[in-house]
C-alpha cells in the first residue's frame, strides 16, 4: 500500500512558476514508475508527465513539453513537478499517481497503469 500526499500548487499569473511536490509513504517508492495528471473543469483526467523508477527516463504530453519538468528523489520518496511558463490553458487539478513497475525503464501513460493517487491539487492561472 502507499499512499501519496500531494503539496503545492495556488494561484499564479500567466508566465509564472509553480512546484507541486509529492511525498509517498513506505519502503518501496524507488520500485514505482511515478506520474502526474490533471484535470480541467468539464474534460477529462489527462496525462501531464511521467518518470521511470531511477529518474533516468522522463515524457511528458506535448502541450507542457519544455515547460514542465518532473523529478524525484527516491531518497526522499518525493516526486516534483516543477512548472515554468504557465498558461491559462494549464488550469486544473493536479494528481500524482503511483504504478508498480519490474523493469527499471518502464514508463506509463495510461492512468489505469497508476493503482495509487493523491488527493489532487487546484492550479489556477489568469491571464
Known amino acids: 500500500q502507499v499512499q501519496l500526499v500531494q503539496s503545492g500548487g495556488g494561484l499564479v499569473q500567466a508566465g509564472g512558476s509553480l512546484r507541486l511536490s509529492c511525498a509517498a509513504s513506505?519502503?518501496?517508492?524507488?520500485?514505482?514508475?511515478m506520474a502526474w495528471f490533471r484535470q480541467a473543469p468539464g474534460k477529462e483526467r489527462e496525462f501531464v508527465t511521467t518518470?521511470?523508477?531511477?529518474?533516468?527516463?522522463?515524457d511528458y504530453a506535448d502541450s507542457v513539453k519544455g515547460r514542465f519538468t518532473i523529478s524525484r528523489d527516491n531518497a526522499k520518496n518525493t516526486v516534483y513537478l516543477q512548472m515554468n511558463s504557465l498558461k491559462p490553458e494549464d488550469t486544473a487539478v493536479y494528481y500524482c499517481?503511483?504504478?508498480?513497475?519490474?523493469?527499471?525503464?518502464?514508463?506509463?501513460?495510461?492512468?489505469?497503469?497508476?493503482?495509487?493517487w493523491g488527493q489532487g491539487t487546484q492550479v489556477t492561472v489568469s491571464s
Open positions: 499517481a503511483a504504478g508498480r513497475s519490474f523493469d527499471r525503464g518502464d514508463y506509463y501513460y495510461e492512468g489505469g497503469k497508476y493503482a495509487y
Open positions: 513506505g519502503r518501496t517508492f524507488s520500485l514505482y514508475v
Open positions: 518518470i521511470s523508477r531511477s529518474g533516468g527516463s522522463t
